[in-house]
C-alpha cells in the first residue's frame, strides 16, 4: 500500500495532471482514463486527457469525452503524468512523448507483463480491470465517486471481463460493480452501448473479416485477418464491428482465436484469445508484445499474412507439445 499512499500525497499535493492510456483504447482504457479525469475536475485540479489517434466513437457517452485532447495540444509540462491500462512506454504510441513532459509518472496497470516503466507503479495482475484497481483507489483516499466516475468504472470492469463471463470476475469484481450499481448509474443501457449496439457497416466488416477465417491444428486454431482494403469496402472502423477476435474463440472446439490486423503495408496486430488451457501471452511475448494468460497482444513488422499464420502455428504447435 506503500505506493497508493505515495499517490496520494502526490494527488493533494500537486495541480497539473495529464492522463494517458494504450493506443487504440479499448473499454478499460476509455473508462479508467475518463474516471480519474472526472475526479480530478471535480478537484479542481488542471488536468488533460489525451488519446493517440481516434477515440472509439462507442464510448462517446461517458462524461469527459468530447474533452479528449490530441498529443499536438499538450502542454510543454505536467507536474504528473498517469498512465493506465499501459504494460509498457512502447504501447503509448505517439502519446509516449508525454513521458518526456512529466516530473512523475504514476503507471497503474493490470498486466502480468507490465514493465513498471513508473516513478510509482501500481500493478495488480489479479484485478479484473484498471477500472477495478481504480474504484479500490478512489475508495481508500475517500475520493468523492459521482455518478459520471462511476459510469467510467462500469465501463471499463464489464469491458475487461466481457460482461463478467470471463475468468478474471472475481467476487470483488462483482462487489464493486454492485457498489456502482448502488451509486444510481444506467448500467442497462451502458452494457448495452459497449455490447450489444453495432453500425450497419460495422456488421459489414464484421461480414468481410469472418469470410476469412480458417481453422488450423485439427481446430484447436482459428485465425482470421482484417485488412485496410476491408475498411474501405465497409466504411467501417475497427471499433464499430466489436471484439472481432472473440468470434474466432468462440468457435466449438477451438481453444486460440487470433486476428491479424493489417496496420500499414508489412505492419500487422495480432489479438489473440484462448478459451480454457492456453497461455497466449507466451506467443505475443516472443513478437515484443504482452497481455494476459487469455488475452495478449503484439505487433510484427516486414512481414505478410501468410507468413505470420504460419510462424505463429509453428509457435502454439511447439508450446501444445505437438
Ligand atoms: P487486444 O487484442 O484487445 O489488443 O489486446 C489484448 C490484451 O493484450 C490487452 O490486455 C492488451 O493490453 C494486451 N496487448 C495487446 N497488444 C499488446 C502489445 O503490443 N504489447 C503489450 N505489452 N500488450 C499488448
Ligand atoms: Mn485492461
Known sequence: MNEVNELEKLISNINSFAIVSH????????????????????????????????????????????????????????????????????????????????????????????????DINIVDEFASSVGEILYGIYKHFKFNISKNTAECLYTSIASDTG????????????????????????????????????????????????????????????????????????????????????????IENVEIGILIKEVEEGTYKLSLRSKDYFDVKDIALKYGGGGHVKAAGCTIKNTSIENIIREVLEDIKLKLGE
Do not use: W
Not at 499538450?74 to 504494460?87: E, M
Not at 473479416?209 to 482494403?229: D, F
Open 163 to 250: 460482461g463478467f463471463k470471463f475468468s478474471n470476475t472475481t467476487p470483488k469484481t462483482l462487489k464493486t460493480i454492485a457498489d456502482l450499481i448502488d451509486l444510481g448509474i444506467d448500467f442497462t443501457t451502458i452494457y448495452n452501448k459497449i455490447f450489444d449496439v453495432k453500425t450497419l457497416n460495422g456488421i459489414k466488416l464484421t461480414s468481410l473479416v469472418t469470410s476469412t477465417i480458417q481453422l488450423h491444428l485439427s481446430g484447436k486454431v482459428a485465425t482470421m485477418y482484417l485488412t485496410k482494403e476491408m475498411l474501405n469496402q465497409s466504411g467501417a472502423t475497427e471499433d464499430e464491428a466489436g471484439e472481432l477476435v472473440n468470434i474466432a474463440r468462440d
Open 23 to 118: 493506443t487504440s483504447p479499448d473499454g478499460d482504457s476509455m473508462g479508467s482514463i475518463l474516471s480519474f479525469y472526472n475526479i480530478l475536475k471535480e478537484l479542481k485540479k488542471d488536468v488533460d486527457v489525451f488519446v493517440d489517434g481516434q477515440a472509439p466513437r462507442k464510448f462517446n457517452f461517458l462524461n469527459g469525452f468530447y474533452e479528449i485532447k490530441k498529443i499536438e495540444d499538450a502542454k510543454s509540462r505536467y507536474d504528473c503524468l498517469i498512465v493506465l491500462d499501459c504494460g509498457d512506454e512502447e504501447r503509448l504510441g505517439n502519446c509516449s512523448d508525454l513521458l518526456e513532459k512529466a516530473n512523475y509518472i504514476i503507471n497503474i496497470d493490470h498486466h502480468i507483463t507490465n514493465t513498471k516503466f513508473g
